[in-house]
């Protein structure tokens, strides 16, 4: 009897360890160390890093969540003032929450201004880097769209004419412009059409662009704000689990290339960030397999980042 539990608790442990997978994946770009990071939940609902320099996956340990917590949507950004990430999180009971690195503290967002019994359906973050605070947008199950001031501590609707009828937001990204001190955000709907938001006219446009293929299917989406230039710029994964990215200035939608990942590959979850010094866009991609990859666009090729450090998959 003794030897069966044994049996049984060693079973059940191989098959928690086993059974971890990446179930959230989002990155950021360190400017003054010329580095990005990228950040991930798995499916025990830990928190890790990436060391790209020490090729280490490091845990983010902290207290403060409540017990039994599932994260049911996650985001980071990067304060290049004070040097350190910052990431956020919905929990499945649509409460908001935020890690302090330094202290290792985890902190509820408070505010009121959101509906009675309101759903988060989609979940973004920025950092204004004029002011000093972050915001974050989301997309409720109603498809409006919502803001979080943390300073009035109240969630604000994003009012705006232009989107079809009964519209369904599929996907959902935010940048911040600097050089205009507002803050854009980019939507896929169901239909697969791209659309973003000006919140000064508050205005829905459709983005209109030609390139991509027939009865194409968007998989994965983010976008990037080119702080040079004043523009945006967006990139997906289809579901044949080829990538593009769209040009505003030309609107044609351009398949990026490259050699490198394993055959039958499968991306899982994808990411982007943009490195100001070299004018060049990076994304990064968790596969199906849980392996991590980048894409480097000047080479054309796609390279494993590996590490030790994260608990068997």
Not at 101 to 113: E, H, V
């Amino acid at each position: 009897m003794k030897k069966n539990t044994l049996l049984y608790l060693f079973f059940t442990f191989y098959v928690f360890v086993q059974s971890q997978e990446v179930k959230h994946f989002s990155s950021v770009y360190k400017s003054e160390t010329h580095e990005s990071r990228y950040y991930m939940v798995l499916s025990d609902n830990t928190f890790w890093w990436y060391d790209p320099k020490a090729q280490i996956f490091k845990q983010s340990e902290g207290k403060g969540l409540p017990k039994n917590y599932n994260v049911k949507h996650f985001s980071s950004i990067y304060k290049s003032e004070t040097h350190e990430s910052r990431y956020y999180m919905v929990l499945s009971d649509n409460t908001f929450w935020w890690y302090d690195p330094k202290a290792q503290i985890f902190k509820q967002s408070i505010g009121t201004g959101l509906p009675k019994h309101y759903n988060v359906k989609h979940f973004s973050s920025i950092y204004k880097s004029g002011t000093h605070e972050s915001r974050y947008y989301m997309v409720l199950s109603d498809n409006t769209f919502w803001w979080y001031d943390p300073k009035a501590q109240i969630f604000k609707r994003s009012e705006g004419t232009g989107l079809p009828k009964n519209y369904n937001v599929k996907h959902f990204s935010s940048i911040y412009k600097s050089g205009t001190h507002e803050s854009r955000y980019y939507m896929v709907l169901s239909d697969n059409t791209f659309w973003w938001y000006d919140p000064k006219a508050q205005i829905f446009k459709q983005s209109i662009g030609k390139g991509l293929p027939k009865n194409y299917n968007v998989k994965h989406f983010s976008s990037v704000y080119k702080s040079e230039t004043h523009e945006s710029r967006y990139y997906m994964v289809l579901s044949d689990n080829t990538f593009w990215w769209y040009d505003p200035k030309t609107q044609i939608f351009k398949q990026s290339l490259g050699t490198g990942l394993p055959k039958n590959y499968d991306v899982k979850h994808f990411s982007s960030v943009y490195k100001s010094e070299t004018h060049e866009s990076r994304y990064y991609i968790v596969l199906s397999d849980n392996t991590f990859w980048w894409y480097d666009p000047k080479a054309q090729i796609f390279k494993q980042s590996k590490g030790t450090g994260l608990p068997k998959s």
